[in-house]
């Protein structure tokens, strides 16, 4: 069976070496990822601080692939015209983090991008309902959010398969994201429950294994969680 429509591999650089970026790049690239996946943290919002705007623009600089933003920090509305500017191509914030994501998703449209909203595992979709029709992401996170390298929540799955059913309901195209703890394994239900976008960490920077031959593992393990799902 081919790989559906829409199905991306988005690396995180959270899990790569910070001083070979470059490197990681080219590898991803090579291992055929479709978008890069970047982890915006301020030590606020999450208990963990990594990278801003410049480091957006150095690595908007070095490939083509999509930029897929992912802000986990307090007040982004004060922050969507950075990103934008950077070379993000499409900016996630979390509802959490917004006292009116209306205007946040206004302003990421304003700027010419794709808006996402991000969904803590606690947080239940209803809480994004008002503004599922207006985002072109929806980014469920499988794990809390601020750490690489954590355990899938498989209790999360349902939420998914939620998504799913709405955004189709709706008749919207956006994606539907997963982030935290992909693997080879986690990646079957999830997919099976609707996501087409897949962040992965650990799953492919890794010390067993090279980028490429990560995402190939990746691959086959969506492939196999496929094929079982249509027999
Ligand atoms: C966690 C980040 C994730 C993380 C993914 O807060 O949003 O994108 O880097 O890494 P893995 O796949 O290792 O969980
Ligand atoms: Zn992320």
Known sequence: ???????????????????????AI???????????????MDGHFVPNITFGPALVKAVRARTRLPLDIHLMITDPLRYIRDFAQAGGDTLAFHLESSSDPHQVLERIRAEGKRPGIALRPKTPLSAMEPFLSDVDEVLVMTVEP???????????????????????????QATL??????????????????ANFFVCGNAVFSPDHSPQEGLARLREGYRKAMDGALR
């Open 1 to 23: 069976m081919s790989l559906s429509p829409g199905f991306v591999l988005a690396p995180s650089l959270l899990s790569a070496d910070f001083a070979d970026l470059a490197g």
């Open 26 to 40: 080219r590898a991803v690239e090579e291992g055929e990822a479709g978008a890069l996946h970047l982890d915006v």
């Open 146 to 172: 601020g750490f690489s390298g954590q355990l899938f929540h498989p209790e999360v799955v349902p939420k998914i398969a939620q998504a799913r059913k709405a955004l189709d309901g709706l008749g919207s």
């Open 177 to 194: 994201s997963v982030d935290g703890g992909v693997t080879p394994e986690t990646i079957g239900p999830a997919a099976r429950a609707g």
